[in-house]
Nanobody, 120 residues
Framework: QVQLVESGGGLVQPGGSLRLSCAASGSIFSLYAMAWYRQAPGKQRELVARITSGGSTNYEESVKGRFTISRDNAKNTVYLQMNSLKPEDTAVYYC??????????????WGQGTQVTVSS
């Protein structure tokens, strides 16, 4: 069992930055692929970024070059550094822990979400 707690969301002006954190407890954090998803009002939840247990990363096209996912296994924490934020980045951001499953990943655990609002 893994518990995930996100923090770091808030209100920021366009062009600003935020860093989201997700603290994990309850299991062997380093073995999991960690990811950030987001869901905007009226839209489907989408993958923002993922980092594997080996440190490989992938990003949704619209955030490439602006967002960076990283992990600190000693602290059982995954981060999402978000720069050059745009109004369309406004969403609830969720942290997940999962494992490789076929050609994709199975997200076994989800955090409660943290709101990010980009507005002037």
């Amino acid at each position: 069992q893994v518990q995930l707690v996100e923090s770091g969301g808030g209100l920021v002006q366009p062009g600003g930055s935020l860093r989201l954190s997700c603290a994990a407890s309850g299991s062997i954090f380093s073995l999991y692929a960690m990811a950030w998803y987001r869901q905007a009002p009226g839209k489907q939840r989408e993958l923002v970024a993922r980092i594997t247990s080996g440190g490989s990363t992938n990003y949704e096209e619209s955030v490439k070059g602006r967002f960076t996912i990283s992990r600190d296994n000693a602290k059982n924490t995954v981060y999402l550094q978000m720069n050059s934020l745009k109004p369309e980045d406004t969403a609830v951001y969720y942290c997940t822990a999962g494992v490789k499953y076929g050609v994709g990943y199975r997200n076994d655990y989800w955090g409660q979400g943290t709101q990010v609002t980009v507005s002037s």
